[in-house]
């Protein structure tokens, strides 16, 4: 798989970036791996760069992370994952301004931050429901549109020193809201100084992201990318957010990307009584021992079972002449084709419903983005799901592909046909 590929640029580092500790291990490695945002055009596939890919625990703060990292700007300046152009993610914001807006009562009085805006819909539903709103973001394709639309957006990345800009223009902010984005900066003691500093001592910070305990039940390797620099459980958050004097109040688990956490977070005796809920998570992590290198080893021999498993079914099909496409051009789809080698041999091509990749190619596999022929007459046999968490909406806009005959394959949590 190696042959022939040019390594990018990128540092590494010999310790935690949470609490500065050199006793890290790695527990498991997915070879080098091109960046799984990176869609390319056909011209551009012999410049195309791999980096290593693979996970370290720590033992002192119990924090996962990759060690490498690649330049920021390479992953985030032009950014192909648009929230907008899935239905489950759009009625997810929905839910979160509903959700959110109930802790104040006088919303006109509250400034709301989001970090890592994308395109905005969280921002907006706030701003319907009077709340003043600023985004902040540095994929410049993206938040092109939100200017236009007049929402207040800065394109960058968010850190102390612009956080030093936004209290000065907007002062304290009641709220401050990420989704899906605090995984991926490096210096999180920068972002945490910047929060601590805009955050007002009765508000709170509300984040999501992709929890570690799901990642760990379901094997879901196809979270670790490059983009994804740490993965967090509340046993290593805790320890993280103690350092900020802040602490974890109350969580909501959320079932999409596969299992994500909502984490509230406050200032340390903040306002808010810290929920049953966080302890007893808190709890069931050290049952399941997430505090132990062990764990993490057992799950890297679990990820190389389910590559195998699923390179066994597709060969077997490949073999009977069926024809077989992926769906789903995401990170996650890069990551089990580039891991397990699901290239042309095993794929005929990879369809996605948004219009932004489409006539692109995989990164590493370099299949055919196109749209969906599931419901063409010459329709594939099979359809592998890289975006497998989202099942259900694909199989509810795809009824007449199972009605005549076409067949799903999941590679997670368990490889098989439905
Ligand atoms: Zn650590």
């Not at 390479?74 to 959110?100: D, G």
């Not at 379901?218 to 990318?225: A, K, L, N, V």
């Not at 077989?324 to 990170?331: F, K, M, R």
Request: glycine share 6%; proline share 3%; with cysteine.
């Amino acid at each position: 798989m190696n042959k022939g590929k040019k390594l990018g640029e990128f540092k590494t580092t010999s310790y935690c970036r949470f609490c500065k500790s050199k006793n890290i291990h790695k527990f498991i490695v997915l070879g080098n791996q091109p960046l799984a945002g990176g869609f390319l055009k056909k011209g551009d596939f012999k410049n195309e760069k791999f980096y290593p890919l693979g996970l370290y625990f720590c033992r002192n703060c119990y924090l996962i992370q990759t060690t490498v990292v690649v330049n920021k700007d390479k992953l985030f300046k032009s950014y192909f994952y648009k929230t907008s152009a899935i239905k489950t993610l759009l009625s997810h914001f929905k839910k979160n301004a509903t959700l959110l807006s109930k802790f104040f009562k006088k919303p006109q009085e509250n400034f709301v931050l989001e970090i890592g805006c994308n395109d905005g819909n969280f921002l907006n539903e706030m701003s319907k429901r009077k709340f003043k709103v600023l985004g902040i973001d540095p994929a410049e394709n993206i938040i092109k549109p939100l200017i236009a639309k007049k929402l207040p957006i800065i394109n960058n990345y968010f850190s102390k020193k612009e956080a030093k800009e936004i209290l000065k223009i907007n002062g304290k902010a009641g709220l401050i809201v990420s989704t899906n984005t605090l995984a991926h900066i490096e210096n999180m003691h920068d972002v945490f100084n910047g929060i601590n500093l805009l955050l007002d001592d009765e508000g709170f910070l509300y984040f999501e992201n992709h929890y570690l305990g799901n990642l760990l039940k379901e094997t879901q390797y196809d979270m670790i990318y490059h983009e994804h620099l740490y993965y967090y459980s509340l046993l290593s958050l805790s320890n993280f957010l103690k350092k900020h004097s802040l602490e974890i109040f109350n969580i909501r688990k959320i079932p999409i990307h596969g299992g994500s956490i909502g984490l509230f977070v406050q200032k340390k005796k903040g306002p808010f009584k810290i929920s049953k809920r966080v302890k007893d998570t808190i709890a069931w992590e050290k049952r399941h021992k997430l505090d132990s290198l062990k764990t993490f080893e057992m799950f890297s021999k679990q990820v190389e079972k389910k590559k195998k498993e699923l390179l066994d079914l597709l060969s077997s099909l490949r073999k009977k002449n069926k024809t077989i496409v992926g769906y789903g051009a995401s990170g996650r789809g890069t990551v089990i084709s580039n891991y397990a080698g699901l290239d042309n041999k095993l794929l005929d091509y990879v369809v996605d419903d948004s219009k932004i990749k489409q006539g692109f190619y995989t990164p590493g596999t370099h299949l055919k983005i196109v749209p969906s022929t599931l419901n063409n007459k010459n329709r594939p046999d099979y359809t592998l799901l890289f975006a497998w968490s989202f099942y259900k909406e694909i199989k509810n806009r795809n009824k007449k592909y199972k009605k005549n005959g076409g067949k799903f394959i999941t590679p997670l949590p368990k490889v098989r046909i439905i």
